[in-house]
């Protein structure tokens, strides 16, 4: 037992909590500026590239929800972390057709939905409830970039709404100069799900949008969930 002491006070232990409960905080204070209570907002520890255990200090400093961007990845930590048996999983990288039977029994919520081929792989290899999907939206029109074209999610919706079920949008914008150069992106992107929401009757309740450089301007836009990996975790692994 003096042995586990040591380890719960060392210095991993100590500055994983700080971060992780300032990241916390600052959630809070975003949403109190923007109305919102605190609750409101789903932190999404992102940990790629990070060893599981480093992830059983942040799950320890309180995070249940982990975003990985590559299902094998994701797949090799879920093993390694089976007996933290209350985390939720999230698919955050864009989803390769031949990963998709592999990260159906891994994930909760898949933030990369963009292709009806996908939806309906995804439906074809799913015998029991609908699987959860956000729909990527590239809401800058990055050439580079996974996602749909604004103007093309409401039939994407139309297409898949009857096999998988959309909880909302997710977006990752252009890399902004700061912060506050992703505004306008998040912005977009809630104004189209307010739209969507409207015109398709669906509630799409879900915006994932914000990560450690600009999370505090994707809550006061709207953000429901925040994907955050170098401000708990620290600098990435590589
Ligand atoms: C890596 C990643 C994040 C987290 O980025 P940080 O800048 O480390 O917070 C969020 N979303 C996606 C899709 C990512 O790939």
Known sequence: MVEMKEYLVSDLERETCERFNSVRERIAAA???SGRTPD???????SKTQPPEKMRAVHRAGAREF????????????????DLSDIRWHLIGHLQRN??????????????????????????LDETAPVEVLIQ??????ATKHGVAPQ??????????????????????APPMAAEGSRRSF?????????LARSTGLELGELSM????????????????VRIGRAIFSERVR
């Open 31 to 33: 949403t109190r500026r």
């Open 40 to 46: 409101s907002v789903r932190l999404v520890a992102v």
């Open 67 to 82: 975003g990985e961007n590559y299902v094998q990845e994701a797949v090799a930590k879920r093993a390694a972390l089976a």
């Open 99 to 124: 990963k998709v039977a592999q990260a159906l029994g891994c994930f909760g919520l898949i933030h990369s939905l963009d292709s009806v081929h996908l939806a309906s792989r995804l439906a074809r």
């Open 137 to 142: 939206v590239n809401v800058d029109d990055e």
């Open 152 to 173: 093309e999610v409401e039939a994407l919706l139309d297409a898949v709404r009857g096999i998988v079920k959309v909880s909302g949008l997710m977006t990752i914008p």
């Open 187 to 195: 912005a977009r992107l809630r104004e189209l799900r307010d739209d």
């Open 210 to 225: 914000g990560m450690s450089d600009d999370f505090e301007v994707a809550i006061e836009e709207g953000a429901t969930i």
